[in-house]
């Protein structure tokens, strides 16, 4: 974690984003207890650009991780899961899947077959699904979880949950709901992010959602992942998805980035003062307990500095 000087910018920023969580945080509690079924304004393009004199004793600080390369931060973001399961062997795990998050299972596996870490005990919850998708198909999110992680780790497919894009959309709302929501909160959530500035599947708008929803697609993740299909006609166009209120409700959240796709992004969540629907992994300034694991490069381009 970076603690910054006092007056310096990085320090000013922060202390921005704890007035801004301040002045929000019950806007945000109202938006994150209401239905998943309801859109509403959730935070709209709020600048901070007018406060001045800005004297907190206590403030957010997102703790960012930046590596010497892709594969690093895959690592990176795996020890932070492998800790929390160590800390807590029954913890409940959000996680995501996408080409980002790909390379974190392998050194999960990993660990659990070096015995350094026991998956048995754990729960899981998966961020998204696409609808229409057979749950036996290649390219559902099924799948990927089942052999990527579910099957090398020796998870027990019963302490799973990915969402099924077959079912009735309001039974499966429900369903993931239950999931979600079962027993106890999600401990640790991993994320990717997408080139539109989606977390989850939760796209760029005017508006966000807060729970459980079905969420058109953006053209770009659209094409982004047009690489997984024969073709892009062959790409999903909706999704059932965790909405942001979901996702922030995490007790700590881990993000993964990489790429000069993900330039604009990185730059709006970690050096810009703006939280904005429009790029909605901005979201994540206001989040308690926030990681952002990011390469050099991505960083430099980015232009953020420790």
């Known amino acids: 974690m970076y603690i910054y000087k006092k007056n310096s910018k990085n320090y000013t920023n922060y202390i921005r984003m704890q007035r801004m969580f301040k002045i929000n945080i019950k806007r945000l509690q109202k938006c994150i207890a209401k239905s998943g079924h309801v859109q509403y304004n959730l935070i709209v393009d709020i600048s901070t650009r007018n406060i001045s004199k800005l004297i907190e004793k206590e403030y957010i600080i997102m703790k960012?991780?930046?590596?010497?390369?892709?594969?690093?931060?895959?690592?990176?973001?795996?020890?932070?899961?492998?800790?929390?399961?160590?800390?807590?062997?029954?913890?409940?795990?959000?996680?995501?899947?996408?080409?980002?998050?790909?390379?974190?299972?392998p050194f999960l596996v990993d660990a659990y077959k070096e015995g350094k870490v026991?998956?048995?005990?754990?729960?899981?919850?998966?961020?998204?699904?696409?609808?229409?998708?057979?749950?036996?198909?290649?390219?559902?999110?099924?799948?990927?979880?089942?052999?990527?992680?579910?099957?090398?780790?020796?998870?027990?497919?019963?302490?799973?949950?990915v969402p099924s894009g077959r079912n009735k959309a309001e039974d499966e709302i429900q369903l993931f709901n239950e999931k979600l929501y079962e027993d106890k909160m999600v401990d640790l959530q991993l994320l990717g992010v997408g080139v539109s500035g989606h977390?989850?599947?939760?796209?760029?708008?005017?508006?966000?959602?807060?729970?459980v929803h079905i969420e058109k697609l953006d053209e770009s993740t659209i094409a982004a992942n047009s690489r997984f299909f024969d073709s892009p006609d062959d790409v999903p166009k909706e999704a059932i998805t965790m909405g942001i209120g979901d996702?922030?409700?995490?007790?700590?959240?881990?993000?993964?980035?990489?790429?000069?796709?993900?330039?604009?992004?990185?730059?709006?969540?970690?050096?810009?003062?703006?939280?904005t629907c429009k790029i909605p992994a901005t979201m994540l300034k206001m989040h308690r307990d926030a990681t952002i694991v990011i390469d050099a490069e991505l960083a430099k381009a980015a232009g953020y500095q420790n």
Do not use: H, W
């Open 64 to 105: 960012v991780i930046v590596t010497k390369s892709y594969e690093e931060s895959c690592r990176a973001a795996a020890n932070e899961i492998i800790t929390q399961v160590q800390k807590k062997p029954e913890s409940k795990l959000g996680l995501a899947t996408g080409g980002t998050a790909e390379q974190v299972y």
């Open 118 to 161: 026991d998956f048995s005990r754990i729960t899981t919850v998966n961020l998204d699904e696409y609808i229409g998708m057979d749950p036996d198909s290649p390219q559902s999110y099924r799948s990927y979880m089942a052999c990527r992680f579910f099957g090398p780790a020796g998870i027990d497919a019963a302490n799973t949950y």
């Open 199 to 211: 977390i989850g599947f939760n796209e760029p708008g005017e508006k966000l959602t807060a729970g």
């Open 247 to 275: 996702i922030m409700k995490a007790e700590k959240i881990v993000l993964i980035a990489t790429g000069e796709n993900k330039v604009p992004v990185m730059k709006a969540l970690l050096t810009d003062d703006e939280i």
